[in-house]
């Protein structure tokens, strides 16, 4: 069994272009989070997925980001026309459908995004 | 709105010493508690977490955390530190929903 994986771990790009993070929960959750991390700071939340529906978004994710969850399992997180302000690191969490509200969640090591 | 703060950004204890890593809680509702550790190139993993059960929470690797609502506090302790827990330690608030607000975190170091 695995546990929540992130794909790239690292990435370094230039302004202005567009980088996607892949996150796969694990398999029997149907709950998926992604959680942004700067340093010093503790995670911020950003937005999760029941299923392939995104039921919240923080004020934090402008129109500049985008997550899908297609089809339930995997999700996506893009960020277009990055700038320097988005290095951070990226967070994947999921947690199982029998957690109910206790807010128990998996977290995967993290996608870090560099920003030149 | 729900907060966490997280006292001393940076805590060094000795080896055997007790750990004690301060957190307190705002919350409109009563909350739920977490700690939250983060070991270097890891991911967060849950230490322990408070549901309105009991007050004196256990959790893994020796550490437990009392919820004292007159004090709005969730501290955490160990009571002989080892070198193996050296990370970083967040403190998190729910309000019974589906999202976590942590706090800034507390690097623990433990010295030989």
């Known amino acids: 069994d695995t546990g929540v994986s992130q794909d790239p771990r690292h990435k370094i790009t230039k302004r202005g272009q567009n980088v996607t993070f892949r996150c796969d929960p694990i398999?029997?959750?149907?709950?998926l989070y992604w959680y942004r991390q700067t340093l010093g700071q503790g995670p911020e939340f950003l937005t999760y997925?029941?299923?392939?529906?995104?039921?919240?978004k923080s004020r934090l994710l402008s129109d500049r980001f985008s997550a899908e969850r297609p089809k339930g399992s995997f999700s996506t997180l893009e960020i277009q026309r990055t700038e320097q302000g988005d290095s951070a690191m990226y967070l994947c969490?999921?947690?199982?459908?029998?957690?109910?509200?206790?807010?128990?969640?998996?977290f995967g090591e993290g996608s870090r995004l560099t920003v030149l | 709105a729900q907060s966490v703060t997280q006292l001393g950004s940076h805590v060094s204890v000795s080896e055997g010493a007790l750990v004690l890593l301060r957190c307190n809680y705002s919350s409109s509702v009563p909350p739920y508690l977490f700690w939250y550790v983060q070991y270097p190139n890891q991911g967060l993993q849950l230490l322990l977490k408070y549901t309105s059960a009991a007050t004196l929470v256990k959790g893994i690797n020796g550490f437990e955390a009392e919820f004292k609502k007159s004090e709005t506090s969730f501290h955490l302790t160990k009571p002989s530190a080892h070198m193996s827990d050296a990370a970083e330690y967040f403190c998190a608030v729910s309000d019974q929903g589906e999202k976590l607000t942590f706090g800034t975190g507390t690097r623990l170091t433990i010295i030989p």
């Open positions: 969490a999921s947690s199982p459908r029998n957690s109910g509200n206790t807010g128990e969640l998996f």
């Open positions: 997925f029941q299923n392939e529906a995104q039921l919240e």
């Open positions: 398999s029997e959750h149907n709950r």
